[in-house]
C-alpha cells in the first residue's frame, strides 16, 4: 500500500511510485485522503485499500492505530530514509510505504504511464488558456519556470537561468521562449535572452500546479527548483 499525502505536487510522485511498483506487485493499493489527486487529473487506473488491508498495517482508522501500539501488525512499514532510488523498494511484499518517492529511477519503467496521467487535454483547459495555448503550437518552445525568485531558500540564481538561456541558444536557432513566473518584474530584470524573443505568464505561487499543462507542452524546459517543475 502507498500513503498519498502531502501537495499535490507530492502526491504526483507517489502515485508514480505506485504504478511503478505495480509493475512488480499487481496487488498494489493506495491509501488516500479525503481530497487528493484525482480531483486534479483523470487518473486511468488505480485501487484503493479497504480499511481491513489498512488494518493489516496498523493504518486507517483510530482503532487501527492504537491496536498497532500494543500489537505488532502483521504488515510492515516502510518510511523512506532518504530522496536516493533504492531498487530493492519495488520488490518488497507486505509493505506500506510512507515517503515521498522524488528520485527519477523509480519512473524508468513507467514514464510513459506517468506521462498519460498527467496530461490535461486542451478542452479541460480553460477558455483562456487559448493564447498561451498558441504561443506554445509555434516553433521551437522553451519554458523558463521562475519561482519565487525572491525567497533566500531558492537556489535558482540570476546565473543558473541565464547559463541555462546561454546554452538553449548555442544548439537552437531562433527559440521561443516562454517565462512562467510568480514575479515578472524580477524576470525582466535579471533574464538576459541576448535578443531572442521571450513572453511572460505570470500566476499566483499557491497555484504553481497550473502551469504543469503549459510546461508539458513546450519542447524544452529551464525549470525551477520545485516538485512541479
Sequence with gaps: IVKIHG?????MFQYAFYLAL?????????????????????????????????QHFGKGSLRNRLLASVKRPQGNTLTEPDN?????????DNTYFGGSWLAPAYFSQVADDIAECFFVPTKALPASASHSLSLLAKG???AVHVHNPLDKANPCTP????????NVLSYIS????????????????????????????????????????????????????TLTS
Design 7 to 11: 501537495s499535490i505536487a507530492e502526491q
Design 22 to 54: 505495480t509493475r512488480h506487485t499487481p496487488d498494489t493499493f493506495l491509501d488516500t485522503p479525503a481530497a487528493w489527486l484525482d480531483k486534479c487529473f483523470r487518473l486511468p487506473r488505480f485501487r484503493i485499500a479497504t480499511p481491513q488491508q489498512l
Design 84 to 92: 536516493r532510488f533504492h531498487s530493492d523498494y519495488l520488490t518488497l
Design 140 to 142: 521551437e518552445t522553451v
Design 159 to 166: 546565473d543558473y537561468y541565464n547559463w541555462a538561456i546561454a
Design 174 to 225: 531562433h527559440p521561443k521562449f516562454i517565462v512562467m513566473t510568480t514575479d515578472i518584474d524580477w524576470a525582466r530584470e535579471h533574464l538576459n535572452f541576448q535578443g531572442a524573443k521571450a513572453d511572460f505568464m505570470l500566476y499566483p505561487a499557491e497555484k504553481e500546479i497550473s502551469m504543469l499543462p503549459y510546461l508539458s507542452r513546450t519542447s524544452h524546459n529551464i525549470l525551477a527548483a
